[in-house]
């Protein structure tokens, strides 16, 4: 069910609602559980047409908007219910062979996940419409968050799909556009985004970590914003050439399972904090040139020189590429930080190799500036487009990726990291035909 309601005095001010329902039969058979209510109002202030401003001749437009709604999600289809959720398996050693495993637990307890949204803009054109944009505050409180809930293993699980805890989000948005240039047959335009985003959770339904080893592991955690990072204060290698950490109160140490929550570090967020973008385009008659810039920053990435992201350097192993650099003999010390191999397992399980792996080591500054795209496009003449009994015709060239900047000094693309491979420095060419 949906409605709308929007009414307009006088071209000045504008007061609007909205009101729907949303159902989903993941949430129990309840039907009370099942309904989430939607709504939003809001307000507008044409103040640009206010008689105080006809003196204002720069000013072309000014509206000031405030809202406030409530909205709510639900698990993303097959990844949580109220329910056990069921997959068809082939296994010989099944009677038919054929069955049905478990897939994702029911959760009695699943229930929406809902927003709260307060916003404020300001929308503006000035000096003959030259220049105009808008810009957006906004805080965004979620409770009820839907996502990997943490449970007693008694059940048969350690973890299901569930309501984990609050959070909240503050930020601001900002859109530029401007007209720089408009002669003849040519023409210049810019537009500018910005963002700044920062959340922090409010509400954690699990248990805080109680030891270093598992601060470092994990990626919530209650006054943070989320998808933290922890880490070790690496400390170098020892006479042996085995990793050490740094302990709260300065000592040095080797040894296995020592680390508390108080030695640990918080490294930042993973999610980038403020981002964008800055396009411009440049027209002449038929054709048309633009490039736009991307960038990201206030977070961290973790550096994909790490061996866990299995980079393979001799045959089919997972070593990483500085494995011929590590330590060997006892002349290497204080030359090298990367720790001794141990073919032994048996030996290896006596030392710990995650107070090298998941140091600060491998923690960057994960800011970056990007050229995203080039795009070169030319319509033919409406003249030429006729004859070919078409209604339009254009060709483009663009190249993608290119790397501009980045804040680490890995040497590492920000956008290559992990699971993640973007492709860099591509170039497509194309064309469109209309009829």
């Known amino acids: ?58 000013v072309n437009r ?75 505050t906004y805080v965004r409180k979620t409770t009820d968050l839907i996502g990997d809930l943490r449970i007693t293993p008694f059940t048969g699980y350690d973890r299901v799909t569930g309501n984990y805890g609050d959070m909240e989000n503050k930020g601001i948005e900002i859109g530029l556009n401007s007209v720089n240039v408009r002669s003849g047959h040519f023409s210049w335009t810019s537009s500018f985004t910005f963002s700044h985003n920062k959340n922090k959770l409010i509400k954690l339904e699990e248990n805080a970590p109680t030891t270093g080893a598992s601060l470092v592991s994990t990626t919530r955690m209650v006054g943070y914003p989320l998808h933290t990072q922890f880490a070790y204060n690496y400390g170098g290698l020892n006479a042996v050439g085995d990793p050490q950490i740094i302990l709260a109160d300065k000592s040095v140490s080797a040894a296995l399972n020592i680390a508390t929550p108080d030695d640990i570090l918080y490294m930042g967020t993973r999610q980038p904090v403020w981002s964008g973008g800055f396009q411009n385009t440049f027209t002449y008659k038929s054709l048309t040139l633009s490039a736009s810039i991307v960038y990201n920053g206030g977070h961290k990435i973790r550096s994909n020189r790490n061996p866990t992201f299995n980079e393979q350097i001799l045959g089919n192993n997972s070593l990483q590429l500085g494995f011929f650099d590590r330590w060997k003999t006892a002349d290497d010390a204080g030359k090298t930080e990367i720790p001794r191999y141990i073919a032994d397992p048996g030996v290896a399980a006596g030392r710990s190799l995650s107070y090298y792996l998941s140091s600060n080591r491998f923690i960057l500054n994960g800011a970056y500036a990007k050229l995203r795209d080039i795009t070169l496009g030319y319509s033919l003449p409406r003249n030429m487009v006729s004859k070919l009994n078409a209604e339009s015709v254009s060709f483009r060239f663009q190249l993608n990726n290119l790397l501009l900047w980045k804040a680490n000094d890995h040497g590492m693309d920000p956008e290559f990291t992990g699971t993640t491979r973007n492709a860099q420095g591509t170039f497509s060419l194309g064309a469109h035909i209309s009829f």
């Open 62 to 136: 000014l509206n000031v908007r405030l809202t406030y709604g409530i909205t709510g999600n639900a698990p993303v289809v097959g990844t949580g219910s109220s329910y056990d959720i069921l997959q068809s398996e082939s296994n010989f050693n099944y009677v038919t062979g054929a069955g049905y495993i478990i897939v994702s637990p029911g959760n009695a307890k699943l229930t929406w996940e809902g927003t709260r949204v307060y916003n404020f803009g300001l929308d503006f054109a000035v000096l003959n419409n030259r220049l105009s944009g808008s810009i957006e």
């Open 1 to 58: 069910y949906y409605s709308n309601l929007s009414y307009t005095f006088d071209r000045k001010y504008t007061l609007n609602a909205s009101w729907r329902i949303d159902e989903s039969n993941v949430f129990g058979r309840d039907k009370s559980a099942q309904n989430r209510p939607v709504y939003s109002v809001g307000a507008m202030w044409a103040l640009g047409r206010e008689e105080f401003m006809n003196n204002v001749s720069w």
